[in-house]
């Protein structure tokens, strides 16, 4: 047992040593000559005629599929990729698309909420995608998949019924697309929409890209608009509240000696969203949300909310929920919206201290009269928010100094490992002295010494990186390090690069026992596409064989252990961890048509279901003709395969 056990690592160091008689010295990279421009645009015109054949025939083996979504998801991604090529025939797809959902939704079961789920991201996805190309087919496909409300609740013994339509939210969210394309378009809609009294919650979004593209019309719309936001109308307005929230917690923009606009206050750096407005608005928005805000008399059910000030969020509780069976005076209207407001500016209180100093205290006293006192709690919320949204590891280390005592640890963990990744050793080590226990110290400082060591591996160093490789825990953590030190040593000292490379293989040729072993394998095939990509296919195509045999196995139990199929059909809206290593493989043979597009095509037809080849064909066309992603807004599903993910 013991033999077995270590013999992976006795291979890997023997041939770890192998490198030091095979190479003693730093290779050095023979000069290539300059690419001629002209040929280059040629293969590349050949390789993107490759693609959109490819493309092409996975439309038409769509066609079988048994389920109406996944051809639909195929049309779509379809018609993303061919606009730029041919835009009658991508507008064909998408109409085609729009028809068939259409269909879907007439006889969908409404007391299925995965179903009407489905059915609400699928139309989501088919109007952001057109809107983007083309702003009047993203309103046609807006109304002509538009289906008649019906009452959540049904009679009694048949169930809840749920409703196909988002509302007005995909309208905003389409609004918001077009303006990075047609912000002209976006302006007059927005206008159109103010002019008749309503608040378009895309606002910040179309002023974002109006910033940038047209300094004129952003002018004329941020006038017009904070004209419109008096602190009576944000009492009154829901969306106008929304609006007003979103303006203010991006904080406001300033204009340097240069004439570049930068952010000034000190939560700058915090936001996801990009500042729009001028000091001075910013100003004048935040008193008169101020004003609003104090208006509260009551906490009413929001009392102690920790959640704060998400800017378009308006926090109900369940007696909120009840009265909303019945229409809102006037009155009651008034202090929803004013307990918005004043929960948002809970979290905006630095910018308040910096902007209007001498109303700070009156909010503070409202916040305290009302006992929405909670801050380490919201601090808290605000610190992991940022964390998450920037990811480096003074965000998580600030985020670790308020968190709970049971994440504590944990955060302060993962920033340690961020700071290694940054290159920021000096920070990792004190982080792991200062907050981290033994384990967890041992654990950085492995990591800072490999980190060391991809900066100056060289053939002379192969003993010290044996020992190091030896001492891991596992085999898993091997093939991390000995991939970085392949990255690392790459440009200068290819043979060397491809040893460590070699060594990962022996680790990883192996039959999976878990996802994470096949991450591992990506993570080599991945490694090796730029040194050796014979390799890289090889370790794809054990991969696929053993997905291939979860997938048939998953035949079997589908309806009892998982819920994959449908109609004897693998669901492209499956979220499963299967599915989602299914879309992981399409995504390296993405990455792989770069170096190989034959050769990544053949792979990708290895799949024995149709549906995973027709993911991976798609995934392959999105990387050669470089059609990138929309970013899916507001969805709380995250379908894992990649191709519809826009």
């Keep these: 047992m013991l033999i077995k056990k270590f013999l992976p690592i006795l291979i890997l160091l023997s041939s770890v040593s192998v490198a030091v008689a095979q190479d003693a010295t730093s290779q050095t990279a023979i000069p290539q000559a300059t690419p001629d421009p002209q040929q280059q645009q040629e293969e590349k015109a050949k390789l993107e005629k490759k693609a959109i054949a490819l493309l092409e025939q996975v439309v038409t083996e769509s066609q079988a599929s048994k389920l109406p979504e996944n051809r639909i998801r195929v049309q779509i991604a379809a018609g993303d990729m061919l606009w730029d090529k041919s835009a009658s025939r991508a507008r064909g797809l998408l109409t085609d698309a729009g028809a068939l959902l259409g269909q879907m939704m007439l006889e969908v079961d409404r007391t299925d909420r995965s179903d009407v789920q489905n059915l609400n991201q699928l139309r989501q ?10 702003a009047e087919l993203g309103y046609q496909l807006l109304r002509s998949t538009q289906q008649q409300q019906t009452p959540a609740n049904n009679a009694p013994g048949q169930g809840r019924r749920f409703n196909l339509d988002q509302g007005n ?25 103010l002019d008749k009294g309503e608040f378009p919650t895309a606002l910040n979004r179309i002023l974002t890209e109006l910033q940038s593209k047209d300094a004129e ?22 969306e106008a509240t929304s609006v007003a929230v979103n303006l203010l917690i991006a904080g406001p923009r300033a204009t340097n000696t240069a004439g570049v606009a930068t952010n000034t206050d000190a939560n700058a750096t915090a936001r996801a969203t990009s500042p729009v407005l001028n000091e001075s608005a910013y100003h004048d928005l935040m008193d008169n949300a101020i004003t609003a805000a104090l208006s ?62 001498e109303r700070a205290q009156s909010v503070r006293q409202k916040l305290t009269d009302l006992g929405i006192n909670n801050n380490s709690t919201m601090n808290f919320g605000n610190q992991m928010r940022v964390a998450m949204e920037q990811g480096t590891s003074d965000s998580l280390e600030t985020a670790a100094k308020t968190a709970p005592p049971q994440i504590q640890s944990r955060l302060y963990q ?6 290694v990744d940054e290159g920021n050793t000096d920070k990792a080590l004190q982080i792991a002295t200062d907050h981290l226990d033994e384990s967890g110290r041992n654990s950085i400082m492995q990591a800072v ?40 040593t790459e440009k200068d000292n290819p043979k060397l690069a491809l040893k460590f490379l070699d060594d990962a293989r022996n680790l990883v040729t192996k039959r999976a026992a878990s996802y994470k072993d096949f991450e591992d394998q990506i993570k080599v095939a ?59 493989y399409g995504a390296e043979l993405a990455s792989l048509a770069k170096v190989d597009f034959e050769g990544a095509r053949i792979t990708a037809d290895k799949f024995q279901l149709p549906e995973p080849r027709m993911n991976a064909k798609l995934s392959i066309v999105q990387s050669i003709l470089g059609t ?6 507001n969805s709380r599903r995250n379908p894992n395969f990649q191709f519809f993910m826009r």
């Design 125 to 134: 996805e088919l109007v952001l995608t057109a809107g983007r190309h083309d």
């Design 296 to 357: 509260v008399t009551s906490a009413g059910p929001m009392v102690n909310n920790p959640r704060g000030g998400g800017g378009a969020r308006v926090f109900r509780g369940p007696q909120q929920q009840q009265q909303q069976q019945t229409q809102p005076s006037d009155e009651q209207t008034r202090q929803n919206n004013a307990r918005t407001v004043l929960f948002s500016l809970q979290a905006m209180l630095p910018q308040i201290d910096q902007y209007l100093p």
């Design 526 to 584: 991945d490694a090796y596409a730029s040194i050796e990509p014979k390799h890289a296919f090889e370790i794809i195509d054990m991969g696929i064989a053993q997905i291939n045999e979860l997938l048939n196995a998953a035949t079997v139990l589908n309806g009892f252990e998982v819920d994959m199929f449908k109609d004897g059909e693998l669901s492209l809206r499956s979220d499963s961890d299967l599915v989602g290593m299914v879309a992981r």
């Design 628 to 633: 990138q992603p929309l970013a899916s807004v």
């Design 169 to 193: 939210n995909l309208e905003q969210n389409l609004l918001a697309t077009i303006a990075t394309t047609d912000p002209k378009f976006a302006y007059q809609r927005a206008v159109e929409s």
């Design 217 to 238: 019309l952003f002018k004329k719309l941020s006038d017009k608009a904070l004209g419109r936001l008096a602190s009576d109308s944000l009492l009154a307005s829901r």
């Design 449 to 488: 010494d490999f980190k060391k060591l991809t900066t100056t591996a060289s053939p002379e160093k192969l003993n010290e990186i044996k020992q190091k490789l030896a001492a891991l825990p596992s085999d898993s953590d091997r093939v991390k390090y000995l991939t970085d030190l392949a990255t690392a």
């Design 414 to 419: 993962q920033a340690a490992q961020k700071a």
